[in-house]
T-cell receptor, first 114, second 112 residues
Framework: DTGVSQDPRHKITKRGQNVTFRCDPISEHNRLYWYRQTLGQGPEFLTYFQNEAQLEKSRLLSDRFSAERPKGSFSTLEIQRTEQGDSAMYLC????????????FGPGTRLTVT | ELKVEQNPLFLSMQEGKNYTIYCNYSTTSDRLYWYRQDPGKSLESLFVLLSNGAVKQEGRLMASLDTKARLSTLHITAAVHDLSATYFCAVVFGNSGYALNFGKGTSLLVTP
């Protein structure tokens, strides 16, 4: 198993465009998390899935953000009408269901909004 | 609102020296995590501390948790250059019990 993977690794977009990121968790992990990290800061929680159910969303997740995990495997995070303030590293993590406290992070997708 | 504060935010230390990074949090939490991040890289899990008095060690790093004081420490013994990185602590919050709230991180530089 190669760990959590994310695609793309880098994305440059113009303000107002929509972008979508993908996360593939470790295969036996049924919990999946999205975080956002800006330069010089710790990651900020965005949302959490257990299987296909989205169980928690941060207030940071505005109406322009939507996340899905339709079959309980990979997940997508879409940002509509991007703003310059959306520029950040978007990190995905996953963990096991039983005793799975440790969250394993993927390499991240770096978004730059111009 | 749960606040997680790390101290210091920047640390420059000589190889061979010992030092401690502190992590305070403002409300009760079930678990505390320590992560390492190298520049431009993602986060690497170091420790998960599950109970009061928990102590875990890996190589030159030792982490402990005092839930009554809402304090965790990451102790570095005989630092080496390879330990240079940013270290984050995080605690769980929210209704699900799985969302992590991170501190700002401690940027550690180990010099010869």
């Amino acid at each position: 198993d190669t760990g959590v993977s994310q695609d793309p690794r880098h994305k440059i977009t113009k303000r107002g465009q929509n972008v979508t990121f993908r996360c593939d968790p470790i295969s036996e992990h049924n919990r999946l998390y999205w975080y956002r990290q800006t330069l010089g800061q710790g990651p900020e929680f965005l949302t959490y899935f257990q299987n296909e159910a989205q169980l928690e969303k941060s207030r940071l997740l505005s109406d322009r953000f939507s996340a899905e995990r339709p079959k309980g495997s990979f997940s997508t995070l879409e940002i509509q009408r991007t703003e310059q303030g959306d520029s950040a590293m978007y990190l995905c993590a996953s963990s096991k269901s039983r005793g799975g406290y440790e969250q394993y992070f993927g390499p991240g997708t770096r978004l730059t909004v111009t | 609102e749960l606040k997680v504060e790390q101290n210091p935010l920047f640390l420059s230390m000589q190889e061979g020296k010992n030092y401690t990074i502190y992590c305070n949090y403002s409300t009760t939490s079930d678990r505390l995590y320590w992560y390492r991040q190298d520049p431009g890289k993602s986060l690497e899990s170091l420790f998960v501390l599950l109970s009061n008095g928990a102590v875990k060690q890996e190589g030159r790093l030792m982490a402990s948790l005092d839930t009554k004081a809402r304090l965790s420490t990451l102790h570095i013994t005989a630092a080496v250059h390879d330990l240079s990185a940013t270290y984050f602590c995080a605690v769980v919050f929210g209704n699900s019990g799985y969302a992590l709230n991170f501190g700002k991180g401690t940027s550690l530089l180990v010099t010869p």
